[in-house]
């Protein structure tokens, strides 16, 4: 089952939010809710597009982090043949 754009959007603005002393995310879902449908305002357009957006965003850096690994990788085993 694929996660839920706004859930997945909600959930990286709690973890860009920080931890508190014990651990625990400092912002709720609902924090996270909040600030998208404000930053959503701002934009002008509906909540679920701009979670929509952020959500891709957050695919597409993973994608990224993922292929600079790879070619990482692929230097070291170059060097080491």
Do not use: W
Request: aromatic share 4%; hydrophobic share 30%; with cysteine.
């Amino acid at each position: 089952m694929k996660d839920c754009p706004y859930t997945t959007a909600c959930d990286f603005i709690r973890l860009a939010g920080g931890h508190d002393q014990s651990g625990s995310l400092k912002l709720t879902r609902s924090d996270a809710s909040n600030i998208i449908s404000k930053v959503a305002e701002s934009l002008n357009m509906k909540d679920e597009i701009f979670a929509l957006k952020l959500k891709n965003a957050c695919d597409s850096k993973s994608d990224h982090e993922k292929e600079k690994e790879a070619q990482a990788s692929a230097r070291e085993v170059s060097c080491i043949s």
